[in-house]
C-alpha cells in the first residue's frame, strides 16, 4: 500500500528549506574576475550580461580585494594568500670558512623548508558607503535609484568602502579614483541625489 503525504507538510517542508536557503541570497556576488584577469581595470567596459561595468582592484602581496560596479549589481571577492610549510628537505651550500691564514669554500648539509602557495575567498554581506555624512548601505541585487544617485555623484578622487562580513566585523578598503570618475557614468540617473542615508 502505497503511503499518503500531506500537501499541506510537503509544502510547509519545502517552504522551511527555502527559507533557510534565504540568508545566502542577500549578500554580495563575487566578482566574476580575479586580480590576474586581463581586463581593463578602472575603465568602462561593456559587459554582454551586465551592459557598462567597471573593475576595480586592491591588493597587496597577501591580499586581493577586487569588485566589479554595474546597474546590476556591485559584486566583491577578498582573497588572502599564504605559504604553508608542507615538509622538508637536504640540501647542499657553501660557505666561507677562515683556515689558518685564509679563507676556503666549505660545502655543508641544511634543511630547507617546502612550502605551497594556499588562497581562499570570501565576499562580505553587504557594503557601505559614506556620502556626505551619511551612510549607505548595498546588499545584494540591481542597484537601487537611491545608491545610483549617490554613486553618481560621489566627489572625484579616491574613495573608501566599508566591507561588512557574516561576522560583523568590518574592513575598509580604498577605491581608485578611475573607478569612482566610471560610476558617473554608469549609475547616471535624472533623480537628484537624496538627502538622506538608511
Request: aromatic fraction near 14%; charged fraction near 20%.
Amino acid at each position: 500500500m502505497r503511503p499518503k503525504y500531506n500537501l499541506g507538510y510537503l509544502v510547509l517542508g519545502i517552504s522551511s528549506l527555502l527559507f533557510t536557503l534565504t540568508p545566502s541570497a542577500y549578500a554580495v556576488t563575487p566578482a566574476s574576475v580575479n586580480q590576474d584577469a586581463g581586463v581593463a581595470w578602472s575603465s568602462i567596459v561593456e559587459n554582454p550580461f551586465d551592459g557598462k561595468i567597471v573593475y576595480d582592484k586592491h591588493f597587496s602581496d597577501d591580499f586581493a580585494f577586487v569588485t566589479s560596479w554595474s546597474k546590476q549589481g556591485i559584486n566583491a571577492t577578498y582573497t588572502e594568500y599564504w605559504s604553508e610549510v608542507v615538509g622538508y628537505r637536504r640540501v647542499w651550500k657553501t660557505r666561507s670558512v677562515r683556515r689558518d691564514d685564509h679563507y676556503i669554500d666549505e660545502r655543508y648539509s641544511d634543511r630547507e623548508a617546502i612550502t605551497e602557495k594556499r588562497s581562499r575567498s570570501r565576499s562580505p554581506k553587504s557594503l557601505q558607503f559614506s556620502y556626505q555624512g551619511k551612510i549607505y548601505t548595498y546588499n545584494s541585487g540591481a542597484v537601487d535609484p537611491e545608491l545610483s544617485a549617490i554613486l553618481a555623484n560621489f566627489p572625484a578622487g579616491n574613495t573608501t568602502i566599508r566591507a561588512i562580513w557574516n561576522n560583523d566585523q568590518t574592513s575598509d578598503f580604498p577605491i581608485g579614483s578611475g573607478t569612482v570618475e566610471a560610476w558617473k557614468t554608469i549609475f547616471k540617473t535624472d533623480s537628484p541625489p537624496p538627502r538622506f542615508g538608511n
